[in-house]
């Protein structure tokens, strides 16, 4: 529901403000994938700011916490969306490498 998006990108971002718009989206296929993606109202004061350490896309694997810092599933330009991504398929010690190198992924 609304307020149970709106409970979980307070959580997840520490913003005081409610979202955008919220993407839910499943994937099934070789790889199952479960996504939940956040636009917020305002663009981040930092949002260029290249420096910064991005924590935009958190990966879970089976509910169980894997990354915070996932660069490489999400393009620089899109730097202010938040979300929670969760794999059924996923090793549990995932590494940058591993992503590079997996088809599947």
């Known amino acids: 529901t609304e307020v149970e998006y709106g409970s979980c990108y307070n959580s997840l971002t520490n913003d005081w403000e409610n979202y955008f718009v919220v993407k839910y989206f499943l994937v099934e296929g070789q790889l199952e994938f479960r996504a939940l993606i956040f636009a917020p109202i305002r663009a981040p004061f930092d949002m260029f700011e290249n420096r910064k350490m991005k924590n935009n896309i958190k990966l879970y694997e089976r509910r169980v916490f894997i990354m915070e810092n996932c ?35």
């Open 71 to 105: 660069e490489e599933l999400m393009p620089e330009y899109l730097n202010f969306i938040k979300g929670v991504g969760d794999s059924e398929d996923l090793p549990l010690n995932i590494s940058r490498d591993m992503l590079q190198q997996s088809k599947i992924l």
